[in-house]
């Protein structure tokens, strides 16, 4: 079940899905559940109904939606009853700080999405109490700010900057390629780790928009991406079928039909005039 907070007044509410609100921001930041795991929160809504209580922000005559992402187009297609907390805040920012530290409640800790969440948790602290943005110089109420955070996620205080790294990159790649780039790094089965992530934020604006295109188009991230292309060499086997599933791995159909193809002229080559001559015709034919 959602863990919630009870409003002041401690009122549930039966729950209207045309009176809410969805945040686009706070959408992004939630991974949606697959479409096993939607047919699966289905049957046990159709079964026992909604237990989760839904959290909401009143805010300009408006129910901002706090937490209940992943439930709410469930609940609002096949219009099952459920009920809502009303959570008083006093503005966004507040807000904003009690939906990152909801979904920090549910993530596993290793996660690169709770990574960057403890991220915002610790770049907005480092803001309030006038620390750098760039992370070189935070003042002593920032550090004690992320040492605290690194207690209460039994993470270092070395983490909690390199998430603030991460939140950097990931926000920054948003704002050049698009908001759906943010859903995918963070999101379930998500192709990249940290390192992978820092990477694509350094490169040219131009490559990280055919990286995550590559990605979003055909489900993978291209070969070689780090080095603007395959990279030029690998290691392989000498056994021969450890051979094979290593090319077949790495290389593409046409690539393996070149590779057959030369190999089929090496040994016709080699058993005319030996290995050497072989090489020499196979470096002519690349030339």
Known sequence: MTRVESNPRGKVRNGRTATIRLDAEFQELVAPLSAGEGEQKL???RLHGC?????VWPFEKKQVLLVGYEVFPILKEHRIPFRVVFKRLTNREEARMYFVKEMLGRLGPTSLHASYLRGVWYEEEKEQHGGDRSGATPRLGALRSGAALAERYAVS??????????RRAVD??????????????????????????????????ER???????????GQLPRGW?????????TVPRE?????????????????ATVADLLAKVIAAGELAG???????VQSWEA
């Open 43 to 45: 049957a046990e809504f």
């Open 51 to 55: 237990q989760e209580r839904l959290v």
């Open 157 to 166: 205080l070395a983490t909690i900057r390199r998430d603030g790294e991460l």
């Open 208 to 218: 990280q928009k055919e990286v995550i295109d590559t990605w979003r188009f055909q």
């Open 240 to 256: 021969p079928s450890a051979l094979v599933a290593k090319l077949a791995v790495r290389l593409t159909p046409g690539e393996l």
């Open 275 to 281: 290995k050497q001559q072989a090489l020499a015709e």
């Open 172 to 205: 920054e790649l948003a704002a050049e390629v698009g908001a759906e780039a943010k859903a995918m790094i963070l999101g379930r089965g998500s192709k990249l780790k940290r390192a992978g992530v820092l990477a694509l934020a350094k490169m040219p604006a």
């Open 226 to 234: 780090r080095y603007g292309g395959p990279p030029p060499t690998m």
